[in-house]
């Protein structure tokens, strides 16, 4: 699948970025180092998590305007969680599912960092 486009990766961090906050000693999606992840991402991931996740951070980006006439990086930090955790708790399995996904695979770039794993007290390579 083809590299993200410099408005995807702003629309993609402003959703990762709400997903794994800094705080309580860690430095969160913002402070972590992800260059390398999304270049092996871009390579490795099979092409239905690809697709999977670039469809979640358009349709993400983008649904915040049918309740709060703003696009999700325009929200502020307390809508764009309200925003998440309405997603998460809701009736449609499909929701659910993507804030799951888009949660996976902030996790999985988030602590690929070296960094992030010393600053949280657990072994890096």
Known sequence: MRHWTAMERRWRDALFNAALPAGHGHPGWAGA???AFWERFATAAPPLLALGLRTTVWLFTWLPLFTDLRPFPSLATER???WLRAALASDQYLARQMVETLKLVA???YFGDPA???ALGG???
């Open 123 to 125: 072994p890096s390579p």
């Open 107 to 109: 996790c999985l770039g």
């Open 33 to 35: 180092e992800t260059d």
């Open 116 to 118: 992030v794993r010393r």
């Open 80 to 82: 764009r969680d309200a």
